[in-house]
């Protein structure tokens, strides 16, 4: 156990710092790239965006293993492992508690981020998403940093541990803790694709209808998850805790609320702008709000 454990946690520090290398030569290809307007050094940018993913899904799959052969040599496992914990729910316990959910988040983002950059692949002549892209990846570095070092999930535990207390009665309880958590955050990392390009549109000054455009189903797309994640929460709260069909004041609930009711905002203002050209300032500073509060909300 004690060797696997070892590798694992190995492997899984490897591939963070290879997809934090990925994430910060990604960011420089992109602002070099469209500062230059050089077209060779933007047709990298996919390669490192594929690079950090590869690096995130091998990070993951680590911490699942890890997780999987309850190699209590490492904290987390230690923390939300237990040999008593039946399969289903000791697999979800991944993202059970502070560390697990960053390295989602970095997983999710990192997809996100890939995807994003083969999609304006035949655009990058458009800088707006050179820049985008790389402050995608500024934020994908960030994560990834943060996986690495203080929310570490492959920091050794105590040695002589054999068993831990699992996730938390209430993550092993209901089958929506496979659902919940996952659907949630691809709405909540989703938001950073719109907000990467509000950013590039002010540091490019273009600030025009243009951006909406390109980012409009990024942004549905992201509201949707938000908002179906946060109904399976609703009623996994209902089920689980028995408010009556009232969904309480629950802080955990109520920090994905809150970037709901701004990105629903967004939603509507924007339609505001591309029709008669208003709300510029509003809308971009509605997407940061969203952004924060998903930070928060992540936190």
Known sequence: MFASAGISGTVGRAFLLVGFIGAVFGAFAAFTGARRNDQQ?????????????????????????????????????QKVGSWSTPALYNFAAVWSALEGSILMWVLVLAGYTAAVSFWVRKRMQDLIASWALGVMFVVSAFFFLVSFFPANPFAVGAPGVLDGPGPNPLLQNHILVMFHPPILYLG??????????AVAALITGRVGEGWLVATRRWSLFAWGFLTFGI?????WSYEVLGWSGVWAWDPVENASLLPWITGTAYIHSVLVQERRGMLRVWNISLLVATFSLTILGTF
Do not use: K, Q
Request: proline residues 4%.
């Open 188 to 197: 909540y990392v989703g938001v950073t694709v719109p907000f990467a390009f």
């Open 231 to 235: 109904a399976l929460g609703s009623w």
């Open 41 to 77: 050094i933007i047709r990298l940018i996919p390669r490192f965006a594929t690079l950090s993913l590869a690096a995130a899904v091998g990070a993951f799959a680590a911490m699942e293993y890890a997780m999987i052969t309850r190699d209590f040599s490492l904290a987390y496992v």
